[in-house]
């Protein structure tokens, strides 16, 4: 990533949503939509044990990007390089992590997996893994 490039923040806090209570909502709510920031949350996992669920069902696989900024390669090599989360963790074997959009209804999401003491990009096999949520907030870009 380039220097000017916003640094990722995982925080817990909450992000006020808009409200819009006109009559016409739906129609300014196209318009808004068009000009509107996109934000993301997240989701921090822990394994609880194995798995007893058997292989019934598709996976849905995660994504490589959300566009070209916020890639899963850019965000990797910032959870690798300093720690991103606003409060006190120390990542364990297996931990997973997930970002995924807020409002944007898609589905789209990046996974990651914290295995041989750095992050990567995968998550847990969850036929062969129970996992927990054990926090989660939003996304936050600082300059």
């Not at 909450?14 to 819009?20: A, D, L, T």
């Not at 939509?33 to 798995?51: C, F, I, P, Q």
Request: charged residues 30%; negative net charge.
């Amino acid at each position: 990533m380039c220097e000017n490039a916003a640094k990722i923040t995982f925080c817990t806090c909450e992000v006020k949503q808009e409200v819009n209570h006109n009559k016409n909502s739906r129609r300014s709510s196209k318009k808004r939509a068009k000009n509107e920031v996109k934000s993301y949350r997240w989701s921090l996992h822990k394994v609880t044990g194995l798995s007893e669920q058997t292989m019934d069902g598709l996976l849905m696989e995660p994504d490589n990007e959300f566009n070209q900024e916020l890639t899963a390669e850019n965000i990797l090599k910032e959870m690798n390089a300093r720690d991103c989360f606003d409060f006190d963790y120390e990542p364990s074997e297996g931990d997973s992590f997930e970002i995924f959009e807020n409002n944007g209804g898609s589905g789209k999401f990046i996974s990651f997996i914290f295995e041989k003491s750095s992050w990567n990009i995968g998550s847990p096999n969850p036929f062969t893994h129970q996992v927990a949520k054990f926090n989660s907030g939003n996304v936050r870009f600082d300059k």
